[in-house]
């Protein structure tokens, strides 16, 4: 066996009585080449390219897997018929793709840190462009996708994800980037700055944004929505250095509107459509679940990721799809006889060892919590900011909230200035006089506005739940206070759930708790945090997802206690749904506040702001100048109390600090339509993230 390196490749020539080692070989991703030029190698076949001297030879891209057959062939010194090779310490050696551990340095910011199977993801990708992230859910794939941006430092990265994990991304995003740039997160073309977007940047978009939906006009004439097709074409124009698409099986069926605006469509030149895969550098895509029970269901996404290694679909239905014909009788006309007629079926699986060989070998890495449990902790927190469907709660309710509760209003648009200002005691102070405004209020007060929230908030928690489940979730705990949310998410799935809250009797709950804990169809629990907060064992879930929030810390955390407690083999994984920018928001950060651990899932301490140029900086001032007037006239000010309150403390300010800046940019942005048209406050929009 003659074991030599070319350029990136390891190649092995192998002699008549050496062939027995070809299955070895191919078991741990190396592929034979024939010749440069020749049909029966694969399409962009990488020993055509960098070995165009070599023929008959096998070869792989992989070091580790190079460097352990060349010691292997090196050690063994008895004739090359008698020779055998330890294919198992190859295996271990040449697998990065189960790897939890790495010793490379990648850029981080300060004060965070990669955990040992993270960095070992990147080093995969170090060595693969395209990669597929299969890590089970609650290893921090996100984290991996930014440890790999500062890795490669790509500039232009576009994120396609569902539309309740956008806030999530973006507080990622904030937080991971060792270089500061602009993040945008558009709903339409619009969002977008006019003159195009910078050279380094990072867009967040939900998929539903780039298809065109059907619309009713005022009129009651239908048509179709072009602001979808406008939002594609501005993204498809730019050049990105990496596209991430997260929960990644959303794009595994070839004639979906999605999948041919994301990956578009090579397989016919009539039908052929250019996606936005085709203008990324990389591609980096995440599931949790990326061995599906139909493996054709993968061919999309592994034709995307590996086009030399998963070339062509036909072959790729035979051997892992079980692909066979069947006989059917389809009855033409009308009274005519059934005539027999051959169709494929493909809806099987066959080879899957192999196939999942292949993946990893090509473009996957995929660990279990099993296999890394004692690096994660025992509780995890999530605080994920979402945006309702219709892009706001019922704002006259919160106006109405807020100018009935001045000091309360008050006080919420100084928690975020503090924030903005990043300095800890006055963010400390800031918290406790939200506490304190908050005890004063009077149920009655609160109550309307936390269940028009609530309500409202009801879709997208469903999304979200089915979002967790689809990425392997398993069984999930989602947890609510208004019996309005408690019902309608019953109502959601069906005799998938089972729930316990006020109205439950007492005799039912046990067998309730015991149906969810041992019936493979039960897979969501729902219940009311006080109901259900205590005195019951929920370990099938290591998933908990808080709908509403309690305004009692003890009551979420005996809540949360239901899936992490003795019993619980795994990481407890804990997320909380807030609507971005909302009371909810204000509130969860003081309540959190009050625990150590749960302090660190708000990462507010720890946010950075891009740095503002003088540039910037004297156009924020002109802008927040020219509104003093219009911001004191109440009559003639159409905002709410507390960007109201915010803009008219930074325009009094000599000075602003970056995040400030940031601060009255997000207000601009958010409450652009009841700004007057036309001002200085225009030209802040898209300039400054």
């Known amino acids: 066996m003659r074991v030599h390196q070319v350029g990136p490749l390891w190649l092995v020539g192998l002699s008549r009585e050496e062939t027995h080692l070809k299955q070895g070989l191919k078991d741990v991703g190396f592929r034979f080449h024939w010749e440069a030029g020749s049909d029966k190698c694969p399409r962009n076949c990488l020993a055509c390219q960098h070995t165009p001297a070599e023929r008959f030879v096998w070869f792989t891209g992989n070091s580790e897997a190079g460097k352990a057959v060349a010691e292997q062939a090196t050690r063994k010194t008895e004739p090359a018929a008698e020779q055998e090779v330890d294919w198992g310490e190859v295996h271990q050696a040449a697998d990065p793709s189960r790897a939890v551990d790495a010793d490379i340095q990648v850029p981080c910011p300060p004060g965070l840190a990669y955990r040992g199977f993270q960095k070992a993801a990147i080093q995969y990708a170090r060595s693969h462009k395209n990669v597929l992230i299969g890590d089970e859910m609650g290893l921090g794939k996100t984290i991996e996708v930014m440890g790999i941006i500062n890795d490669t430092g790509a500039k232009r990265v576009l994120v396609i994800c569902p539309a309740t994990l956008r806030g999530n991304w973006r507080n990622e995003l904030d937080l991971w980037l060792v270089e500061r740039r602009p993040i945008y997160l558009p709903d339409h073309v619009d969002d977008l700055p006019s003159y195009g977007l910078p050279d380094s940047c990072v867009c967040v978009v939900n998929a539903e944004k780039l298809i065109a939906s059907k619309m009713t006009t005022d009129t009651g004439e239908k048509g179709t929505k072009e602001r979808a097709g406008g939002l594609f074409q501005a993204l498809y124009n730019v050049q990105w250095d990496v596209l991430v698409i997260d929960e990644a099986n959303r794009v595994k069926n070839a004639q979906a509107a999605l999948t041919r605006r994301v990956i578009g469509c090579h397989t016919s030149k009539k039908k052929e459509a250019y996606g936005l895969a085709d203008r990324a550098s990389r591609l980096l895509f995440l599931t949790g679940t990326p061995l599906p029970n139909r493996p054709k ?20 239905l035979i051997r892992y799809c079980d692909a066979h014909k069947e006989t059917i009788f389809v009855r033409g006309r009308p009274g005519a006889p059934a005539e027999p ?21 090509s473009v996957m890495i995929r660990r279990l919590k099993a296999n890394v449990l004692k690096e994660l902790p025992p509780k995890v927190r999530q605080v994920l900011p979402v945006t309702l469907p219709d892009g706001k709660v019922s704002a006259s309710a919160e106006q109405e909230f807020f100018a009935d509760n001045p000091e309360f209003s008050e006080a919420a648009a100084e928690l975020q200035l503090a924030e903005a200002l990043g300095d800890p005691i006055t963010l400390a102070k800031a918290r406790e006089d939200l506490e304190h405004e908050t005890a004063k209020l009077q149920v009655w007060q609160i109550a309307k506005l936390r269940q028009e929230i609530a309500i409202a908030k009801l879709p997208v928690v469903v999304e979200h739940i089915k979002a967790l489940q689809e990425d392997g979730a398993g069984k999930v705990v989602v947890m609510a206070h208004h019996k309005a949310v408690l019902e309608g998410l019953m109502q959601a799935f069906g005799d998938k759930a089972v729930g316990i809250w006020g109205d439950t009797k007492q005799g039912d709950r046990e067998g309730i708790v015991r149906r969810f804990q041992t019936d493979a169809n039960v897979t969501v629990f729902v219940g009311g945090i006080l109901a259900a907060g205590v005195g019951i064992t929920l370990t099938a879930a290591q998933t908990m997802v808080f709908a509403e929030i309690d305004w009692v810390p003890g009551n979420l955390w005996q809540a949360e206690d239901r899936i992490h407690r003795i019993g619980q083999v795994g990481s407890a994984l804990i997320q909380y749904l807030v609507v971005d920018g909302s009371i909810e928001t204000n509130i969860l950060s003081t309540v959190l506040a009050k625990d150590r651990t749960a302090a660190a899932a708000l990462d507010t301490l720890g946010k950075r702001y891009d740095p503002a140029t003088p540039g910037e900086r004297e156009r924020m001032a002109c802008a927040l100048a020219e509104l003093v007037d219009h911001l004191k006239d109440k009559k003639l000010c159409k905002l709410p109390p507390v960007p109201r309150r915010i803009l008219r403390d930074l325009a009094t300010r000599q000075a602003i600090t970056d995040g400030q800046v940031w601060l009255a940019t997000s207000m601009f942005r958010k409450h652009r339509k009841l700004l007057p048209k036309g001002g200085a406050w225009v030209f802040c929009v898209g300039e400054i993230k």
Do not use: H
Request: charged fraction near 30%.
């Open 341 to 361: 007629k051959e169709i494929w079926k493909t809806d099987g699986c066959s080879n899957l060892p192999e196939l999942q060989r292949r993946m990893r070998a």
């Open 297 to 316: 269901e993968l061919w999309v996404i592994l034709n995307a990721l590996a086009p030399a290694e998963f070339d062509k679909e036909f072959p790729f």
